[in-house]
């Protein structure tokens, strides 16, 4: 409640801020320490859950991408910095909420990805996306498929000369 502690509070907010890949808000209030915690434990490595006053979060905002988030300061907003795992922060939340009976109270406000807002289905929608590390497995999935599937191709004509030539020594044989 300081000045020096507000400032402290507005710089690590900033940092988080460079840091996030998005940020989503939802509301703050009805949510009990305890509750707060266990959701804490629950997110995903790299994401950060914060309660942050809505001054606070306007004066970190100022000159960065994430300007546009100024139109969801209302109200009490617990907010999620996201590094990297969008749709598990996501995940963590819907859980959160259908543990503890929120599901109707406390649906996501909105988010923002690089200076564009989005609303509660929008960020249901991106959560949905497959994350970085996803996509790099599936392209290296289809890099290791590439030669396997040319083996077979450039086998295929070989194995079915192979096989008329069984076949024929078979019927020359019954004869």
């Known amino acids: 409640t300081t000045l020096e502690g507000k400032k402290a509070r507005v710089a690590t907010v900033k940092e988080l801020l460079d840091k996030s890949e998005m940020v989503i808000t939802v509301p703050a209030g009805g ?33 960065t991408t994430y300007e546009p988030v100024g139109e969801m300061l209302k109200g009490a907003n617990m907010w999620f910095f996201i590094e ?67 083996a077979r191709v450039v086998k295929a004509p070989g194995m079915k000369v192979a096989r008329a030539i069984k076949l024929a020594g078979e019927e020359v044989n019954k004869e």
């Open 31 to 63: 949510i009990t320490v305890s509750q707060a915690q266990s959701l804490r434990r629950s997110l995903p490595q790299g994401t950060t859950m914060m309660v942050v006053k809505n001054k606070l979060m306007s004066r970190a905002i100022e000159g």
């Open 84 to 150: 990297e795992d969008i749709g598990g922060t996501v995940k963590s939340w819907n859980s959160f909420l259908k543990d503890n009976g929120k599901r109707e109270t406390h649906t996501i406000l909105g988010g923002n990805i690089e200076g564009t807002n989005y609303d509660s289905k929008g960020v249901e929608a991106i959560s949905k996306l497959p994350s970085k590390l996803e996509l790099i497995a599936q392209i290296a999935g289809s890099i290791n498929a590439v030669p396997t599937k040319l």
